[in-house]
């Protein structure tokens, strides 16, 4: 009997997008608005799903207080008030779309958790937008 528990939490980031092998003008027609060069900035709602068995000792899938400090160490410590382009070194060759983020938060969440455990990573980066990516 497989459950899956979910923890959300939330980071504000600055990002661009845009290809730097683009002219200004290509990079203005695919990204819009999203290839200011001054940048913008996004109010992130992040969802972490954890599936597994329930672990009979302890009635849990997962110690959420684990997952929530797994999530605020390797995360929100690395994306909250940052400039995704600039301060955080995963975007330094990768554009920093929705879909980005939530492969590399992913990547950074996967050897933290139990590889018997499924994870899915939720991202919202307007209340409407949201991407999901389960590896
Ligand atoms: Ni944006």
Not at 56 to 63: E, F, I, P
Request: net charge neutral; with cysteine.
């Amino acid at each position: 009997m497989k459950v899956k528990v979910s923890r959300k939490a939330h980071f504000n980031a600055a990002h661009r997008l845009f290809r730097a092998d683009w002219s200004f003008e290509k990079n203005q027609e695919v990204f819009g608005k999203c290839n200011n060069p001054r940048f913008h900035g996004h109010n992130y709602d992040l969802i972490v799903s954890v599936t597994g068995e329930i672990n009979q000792k302890t009635g849990y899938v997962m110690d959420m207080k684990v997952l929530k400090d797994l999530i605020k160490e390797n995360i929100e410590e690395t994306f909250d008030h940052k400039n995704l382009n600039l301060d955080v070194p995963d975007f330094k060759n990768l554009n920093p779309t929705a879909e980005n983020i939530a492969v590399v938060i992913w990547n950074k969440l996967r050897p933290h958790i139990d590889d018997n455990k499924e994870i899915e990573v939720v991202l919202y980066e307007t209340p409407r937008n949201f991407v999901t990516y389960s590896g």
